[in-house]
């Protein structure tokens, strides 16, 4: 199907989503005006301060963005997973360019204007008002112009935190390696960008900028009435009840995971809140804790190794048993296996392996000095990642590792971009693209076995929670697993749709 075609059948997503985003866009830019323009009126009043509070907002453009959205999660009121951390992230990077041009544009008034209408009898607050106000205003509206394009673009990033946006298909898309979701969203994110440049340009060009943005004023707060009254006729629930919040990590097994968790316990009556795709072990775990997300899977050596801070384990039950006890001293129940251990995989060309003869690991050895790797950043870190897999083999990469996204690996590897990269086992791509896995013939690798990690708070919550998420259970194998992985990533199917057709297959839900 081509990218018109796709675009056709998911029109109506993509226009919630491009909804999602102008709302995202909309509030952070209103925010980020009404802390922004009052403020730097006020430093044009105290020089003293500009200096210092200048630096400080400017600090705040410096923090990356997935770094700031994980610094929010836990934070009380103003953070947690979804719109709200995001608008306020959106909000600090928007402050900047209206902060500091509103202070800019007052300074630049003419000092013999401002003495003229002191001399006219104007108070403080007329003249600021009637003649500085007017005459700074293109260049207030140059900052408001600004921000709102880095607000279009940093938004996109929001989605790793269950933000909505376009940014939902520019992640699913890198996820699955499937261009369409990724210009399907990148595309209208685009326009949205190149729309609001033009639109507040031509304001900041027009000869009485000063009416043309009272009525840009009055649209922007039309448009939040409307997404916020849909939003609540959307979002209505029965009073004093909240819904059960499934999140994943953002790759494709974990968003079909995800998928089916969520299907599975609205089959059981409960309503569900997808938070999917939400970024790395630590943001999903940071988010489980502090309540804003309910339960995802997770796997037990990385609980263990990565999260919990233990030393590695090779026996699957003493790791299962392990993290299950360090868990619950924070609040986190551990359920029962789901049946497949997804450990880590050197994943190399099927040609190049058959030509070199790299059956496990250890062949790596000789030819390790001129091999490109390609990995995720996270690998690098952990416990069980890199360094210990280079001490277990003795290897010696004669080239750093590159590093990138999860869903590109694959794609830099059959491209020839990379010769060797760190997957997972149970991984689509790895049979779409016809690749082979290494054996781990030293067993460095410790269990990975997928597991439900839920928040004992919102077991307490949500009677009978626990029980839903227990009928999976040991009901999806590793061969299970890379067949719904590779119908999403070889395929290019819908994760909630292949989650669907698992559930009905295992009898576990009915149409």
Not at 221 to 241: K, N, Y
Request: hydrophobic share 50%; glycine share 10%; aromatic share 6%.
């Amino acid at each position: 199907m081509g990218f018109a075609a796709f675009a056709a059948e998911r029109r109506a997503e993509i226009l919630a989503l491009t909804a999602e985003h102008v709302v995202l866009v909309l509030v952070a830019t209103t925010i980020a005006v009404a802390i922004g323009l009052p403020l730097g009126i006020a430093l044009t009043r105290s020089p003293r301060l500009a200096r210092p509070v200048l630096a400080l907002t400017s600090v705040a453009q410096t923090i990356p963005s997935l770094a700031l959205f994980g610094f929010l999660i836990p934070l009380p009121f103003i953070g947690g997973v979804g719109a709200r951390s995001a608008i306020v992230a959106l909000a600090l990077y928007a402050l900047l360019p209206i902060l500091r041009n509103t202070y800019t544009g007052l300074l630049q008034v003419d000092r013999a204007v401002l003495e003229a209408a002191t001399g006219m009898g104007m108070t403080a607050g007329q003249r600021l008002r009637m003649v500085e106000l007017p005459l700074a205003l293109p260049v207030i509206l140059a900052g408001v112009r600004v921000a709102t394009v880095v607000a279009v673009g940093t938004a996109t990033i929001a989605a790793a935190i269950g933000a909505g946006g376009l940014g939902t298909y520019v992640f699913r898309g890198l996820a699955t390696v499937d261009t369409r979701l990724i210009l399907a969203g990148a595309i209208p994110a685009a326009v949205l960008a190149l729309a609001a440049d033009a639109l507040l340009g031509a304001l900041e060009r027009a000869r009485r900028p000063g009416r043309g943005a009272a009525w840009l004023a009055a649209a922007v707060a039309a448009a939040l009435a409307l997404a916020l009254a849909t939003s609540a006729l959307r979002g209505g629930r029965e009073p004093g009840r909240r819904p059960v919040v499934v999140g994943s990590k953002n790759f494709t097994e974990q968003v079909v995971l995800g998928e089916i968790l969520a299907a599975l316990l609205e089959a059981r009556g409960f309503e569900v809140r997808r938070r999917l795709n939400l970024g790395g072990t630590t943001l999903c775990d940071a988010a489980l804790r502090a309540g804003q997300v309910d339960l995802y899977v997770e796997y037990t050596g990385t609980a263990l190794t990565e999260i919990l801070k233990r030393p590695a384990q090779r026996d699957p039950a003493r790791v299962y048993a392990e993290a299950a006890e360090a868990y619950a001293a924070v609040g986190v129940r551990v359920g029962e296996p789901l049946g497949f251990d997804n450990s880590y995989a050197l994943v190399v060309r099927r040609g190049e392996a058959e030509s070199r003869g790299w059956r496990r690991i250890s062949d790596l050895a000789p030819d390790a000095g001129g091999l490109r790797v390609g990995l995720f950043g996270e690998f690098l870190e952990r416990e069980d990642g890199m360094p210990g897999l280079l001490r277990a083999y003795g290897l010696r990469f004669g080239r750093p590792p590159i590093e990138m996204d999860l869903g590109l690996l694959y794609q830099a590897l059959a491209g020839g971009q990379v010769d060797l990269v760190v997957g997972s086992a149970t991984d689509g791509l790895i049979a779409a693209l016809d690749l082979v896995v290494l054996e781990d013939d030293r067993r460095y690798f410790p269990p990975y076995d997928a597991v439900p990690v839920m928040n004992a708070a919102s077991l307490g919550a949500h009677p009978g929670l626990e029980d839903a998420v227990r009928a999976l259970g040991g009901r999806i194998d590793a061969a299970t697993m890379r067949r719904l992985n590779h119908a999403v990533d070889g395929e290019h199917r819908p994760a909630a749709a292949v989650a669907r057709e698992f559930l009905r297959g295992a009898e576990l839900v009915q149409d």
